[in-house]
């Protein structure tokens, strides 16, 4: 595999799309290090590289190839966990890097679909959309060899759930968790380690493909993205950001839809989604486009510096800070 095209937006940065070798619509994205990364997706797929994606390895999952995988985690390099969102939701485990799975949940209920996991340590929780009305999360203590449902967890609006877009609607915290809904109407919600609280900022515009799709906290600043997915180029509702543990937000309408944003290792911000990806050098009211290219998600490595993206028909791309 090669890095075939580069596209060249700005003096500094710019993304290499990595030739992937298949059409997998990937949205779940891990990176260990500068050079292993995993991803997975669509029809029980999912792949990975150890050397940044100049060789990809793919394979179904025996068993599962009708499974569609949305987010996944990379413990080491030979500790992985992925999620499949309903029918029944299922949550795989390999400690043999990926050639065995071995599941770690199952459950089969109407209206069944989880959205997202996040981890620290052997910490970790799984957001899925509401049941009977109720948010539905699980949590682990053991990296996710075993799991138990929530009690107490928030009530949803009518017509709120969450986007399983790219796995990024949910981030660990100092005490506990938050995460971000959407459709009607879309809020931030926090765990403390003991109660869930409900920001009463709405990240919606009102419509059913509208709100809130990625949030990523670092120290007391919450950065949020989101907008509508039907219509990519409109930048309202698509930016928040809080620098007080999100007890109020500061919207910026500059960027079109956008479903993943992370931290480079400048400490500046660059997200990504069906309307391209955008950089930040720091000013939250100057984001500028470095690619036209559409990537589902995006994730800096563990361990290193480098930035990986994730998206449709097996695109898959490295951000290049010159």
Not at 3 to 14: E, G
Not at 15 to 41: A, E, H, K, P, Y
Not at 187 to 200: A, C, E, I, P, Q
Not at 235 to 264: A, C, D, E, L, V
Request: charged share 20%; proline share 2%; with cysteine.
């Amino acid at each position: 595999m090669f890095l075939i095209f580069i596209s060249k937006y700005s003096n500094c940065q710019h993304v290499c799309l990595i030739d992937s070798g298949t059409n997998v619509s990937c949205r779940g994205l891990s990176v260990w290090n500068n050079q292993l990364f995993w991803v997975c997706g669509n029809n029980g797929n999912v792949g990975y590289s150890y050397d940044g994606g100049a060789t990809m390895h793919w394979q179904k999952v025996k068993g599962f190839e009708d499974k569609e995988f949305r987010d996944i985690h990379v413990f080491s390099p030979t500790e992985i966990i992925i999620m499949a969102i309903n029918n029944p939701a299922t949550i795989l485990k390999s400690t043999d890097s990926g050639t065995t799975w071995h599941t770690v949940f199952e459950y089969n209920k109407e209206g069944m679909f989880l959205d997202a996991m996040d981890f620290k340590g052997k910490k970790g929780y799984c957001i899925g959309d509401p049941i009977d009305g109720k948010f539905f999360i699980l949590q682990t203590t053991d990296k996710g060899n075993h799991w138990s449902m929530m009690n107490n967890t928030p009530l949803a609006d009518s017509g709120e759930a969450c986007f399983a877009s790219s796995g990024s609607n949910i981030a660990i915290t100092k005490k506990g968790f938050v995460f971000v809904s959407g459709g009607l109407h879309s809020h931030l919600y926090k765990y403390d380690g003991k109660v869930f609280t409900k920001d009463t900022t709405n990240f919606s515009t009102g419509r059913a493909t509208s709100g809130a799709n990625a949030i990523y906290v670092d120290r007391k600043k919450y950065y949020i993205v989101g907008g509508d997915f039907t219509t990519v180029k409109d930048t309202n509702n698509t930016f928040y950001y809080s620098t007080n543990n999100g007890k109020s937000f500061t919207k910026m309408n500059r960027i079109g839809y956008q479903s993943s944003i992370t931290k480079t290792k400048h400490n500046n911000y660059i997200a990504c989604g069906t309307n391209g990806v955008f950089y930040n050098a720091g000013d939250l009211r100057k984001w500028k486009s470095i690619s036209p290219l559409s990537f589902h998600v995006v994730k800096k490595a563990k361990h290193g510096n480098a930035i990986y993206f994730a998206g449709g028909r097996g695109k898959i791309g490295k951000l290049i800070l010159d």
